[in-house]
């Protein structure tokens, strides 16, 4: 059976657990190594536990525990070329990461099989992930410009869909953000609206899916308007689960 928890979600730091029977990984490691320990072990883990950490882009809310946990508790670190580049640019790294292994599109971990995909996103070499386990599968994409067919295709194919509703037009446009920021925010390789969300969910969602809303902004955002706008596409069918600073509920697969 494959399980995930979101342990954290937003600018302040994005990590996500999944695990079966045999294998523990982890999606990014955004908060620091304490606090993702902290929140691995409330989840019922000892944090050496973990098989793998997996990096979708470099941006600081996705890596920031990732030198401490790799140099203190030996976890390996995932991430491609693109992504290691931008890695060691990071002001998040000091004296670099060590276990560092190159991620591949498609890996096993025990019984856990991960795909990645490219995502567009204004960071070196952005990926989203499919997690799968047997017949059990997700698809998490927190960081994407806008939609993509492909995407579509992944969705259609995953039970849990973890994915972002970062902003409201609106309120990011008459919110406190500096207009170059709000202008890399709406560009096509910045974040997803919230009215964009709901429309690369609506061809591809039935009731048994369970959709999680992630990367909800803090400033151009509130959860209620994630979720209503959300729902106005893709209907009362499926369950929608919001996420934030603090960790969600286990969701079984
Ligand atoms: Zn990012
Ligand atoms: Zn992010």
């Not at 600018?11 to 523990?24: A, E, L, P, R």
């Not at 536990?49 to 030996?74: C, Q, V």
């Not at 994409?141 to 194919?157: A, M």
């Not at 369970?210 to 009362?236: C, F, M, Q, W, Y």
Request: charged residues 25%.
């Amino acid at each position: 059976m494959l399980h995930m928890r979101n342990l954290a979600s937003g600018s302040s730091g994005n990590s996500t657990i999944f695990w079966t029977d045999s294998s523990v990984i982890l999606v990014d490691a955004g908060l620091t190594a304490l606090q993702i320990r902290r929140r691995v072990e409330d989840t019922g883990f000892d944090i050496e536990e973990i098989d793998a950490i997996l990096i979708s882009h470099e941006h600081t809310d996705h890596i920031r525990g990732i030198e401490i946990l790799s140099r203190r508790y030996g976890i390996k670190i995932y991430a491609n070329e693109g992504t290691w580049k931008g890695i060691e640019k990071s002001k998040s790294v000091k004296k670099g990461v060590e276990n560092r292994a190159l991620l591949k599109d498609d890996m096993l971990f025990g019984d856990i099989r991960v795909e990645s995909f490219p995502v567009p996103h204004d960071a070196t070499d952005p990926v989203g992930f499919r997690i799968s386990s047997g017949s059990e599968s997700a698809v998490i994409v927190t960081d994407i410009g806008h939609p993509t067919s492909y995407l579509s295709r992944i969705i259609r194919k995953s039970s849990v869909i973890v994915i972002e509703s970062n902003h409201d037009i609106e309120m990011l446009l008459n919110g406190p953000y500096p207009y170059y920021l709000k202008q890399r925010i709406l560009g096509p390789e910045g974040h997803l609206s919230n009215e964009d969300c709901g429309r690369a969910l609506e061809d591809s969602i039935d009731g048994d899916k369970t959709v999680v809303l992630a990367h909800i902004s803090e400033h151009n955002n509130t959860p209620e308007l994630a979720e209503k706008t959300v729902r106005s596409h893709i209907g009362d069918g499926a369950e929608l689960i919001l996420t934030g600073r603090d960790p969600g509920p286990v969701l079984e697969m």
